[in-house]
């Protein structure tokens, strides 16, 4: 049975003050009963609708070829998903305040899955954007929600491992779902990537169901606070960093299909391997960064930003061979890796007092980049060459490297 306890505190800062109800009903599940699985649950919800949101990289080719779109355009299904993520995080974060966890998230995930059967169906573009809408409404809310949740699953001295451990479904999904999605593209066909995708979202929905305890809402959030929480300084640079570096990525990663075809003449299969790489070595970097982010978020993006600029400005020059293709996407996987986990430990960091708004903004900026990357990757490509994509990836990512040299970091936090 899960623990429940009541306590009342008085927020930190004007904003939560103004905005937040701090009656906090926490619904923590004891070891006893399961909070390490119910942690679990909610990693394998985070690495669904991620992977979900990534699909699309891995089958960028087949899928224009078939809905008769250039692969510019056939990126706006990024685009168009991490929109929709980045306005229905912070707005369905406050709408869905007052309701339990549980039935919530387990809502979210019946939406994603429904989005993905519908994009497995799609026989025009039109019907398709129309299911990345279902599947950005899924992401925004289940990433949003399950940020805060290890504090309420565990004990206090394993909520940073337990945080870390939903974070890496995030991370996981970046750097495998993708080549995952590629292998079965090329085996059985594009759609039946997205039927898979359905099909793991109510796997995850049913686990959910039944290892979550119910976890009565915490706290009353406003919209007015979550927005006027992203003017402080120090989330306000966590931001800034965040919007420079994932955009950077993915107006490079969105097009990596492409490029890697364009500068080796490389096969599906053997684009599938090396994005495997990518993923290996992303999951070492996830874990890798996620032990320095504890301790110092600023020091682990003083590391990944120049790592990440320098490796995808190589690509054009280097990457004409799988194996020189495979090393760079190998430290590109290592570098990326990390990104999630040490951005968001900088704003839960930067407000620990409010969880869910800081991981609100975080999730909005976050997938706001994302579909950036993907627009901005798509007219570079289109415009001058899809070798452009990565240049203007390496120039964003150095930009995130000032921000984070020179912003302000979390208290405490002085590399």
């Known amino acids: 049975m899960a623990q429940t306890e009541q306590s009342t505190a008085t927020a930190g800062t004007d904003t939560d003050t103004a905005d937040v109800t701090v009656t906090v009903t926490a619904s923590v599940a004891s070891p006893r009963t399961g ?192 927005l006027r929480l992203a003017g402080e300084p120090r989330v306000a640079t966590g931001l800034g960093v965040v919007a420079l570096l994932v955009t950077g990525h993915f107006a490079a990663y969105t097009y990596v299909r492409p490029v890697l075809e364009e500068l080796s003449g490389a096969s599906a299969a053997t684009i599938g391997t090396l994005l495997l790489v990518y993923g290996v070595a992303g999951v070492a970097g996830n874990f890798l960064s996620g032990a320095v982010a504890s301790c110092s978020p600023r020091g682990a993006l003083l590391a990944i930003c120049p790592v990440l600029a320098a490796t995808v400005c190589l690509m054009p020059a280097v990457g004409g061979s799988a194996v020189t293709a495979a090393v760079l996407l190998a430290v590109w996987g290592l570098s990326y890796g990390g990104v999630s986990v040490a951005t968001q430990s900088w704003l839960l960091a930067a407000a620990p007092e409010a969880r869910e708004a800081a991981s609100a903004l975080f999730v909005g900026v976050f997938n706001g980049s994302i579909a950036l990357g993907a627009f901005a990757g798509g007219r570079a490509a289109d415009g001058f060459g899809v070798e452009a994509v990565m240049y203007l990836g390496a120039v964003l990512a150095a930009g995130a490297l000032a921000a984070t040299a020179l912003g302000r970091a979390p208290a405490g936090d002085t590399r």
């Open 35 to 226: 909070g390490w699985l119910a942690v679990v649950a909610v990693a394998g919800a985070t690495f669904t609708v991620v992977t979900s949101e990534m699909l699309p990289v891995g089958l960028l080719t087949p899928l224009a070829r078939d809905l008769r779109v250039s692969e510019g355009t056939a990126g706006l299904t990024l685009t168009l998903t991490g929109l929709v993520a980045a306005v229905s995080a912070p707005l369905l974060t406050p709408a869905l305040a007052r309701f339990a966890r549980r039935p919530v998230l387990c809502a979210l995930m019946a939406v994603l899955g429904a989005g993905n059967l519908l994009a497995a169906w799609s026989p025009y573009f039109a019907v398709m954007l129309s299911a990345r809408v279902l599947v950005g409404v899924g992401m925004g809310g289940v990433w949003a929600l399950a940020a805060g949740l290890a504090v309420r699953l565990v004990p206090g001295r394993s909520v940073g491992p337990a945080t870390s451990l939903i974070f890496s479904g995030i991370a996981v999904a970046s750097v495998l779902g993708v080549p995952a999605g590629t292998y079965l593209g090329e085996l059985a066909g594009w759609r039946m990537s997205f039927v898979v995708a359905a099909g793991l979202a109510l796997v995850v929905l049913a686990a959910l169901a039944a290892l979550l305890p119910r976890l009565p809402a915490e706290r009353g959030i406003r919209l007015g606070g979550v």
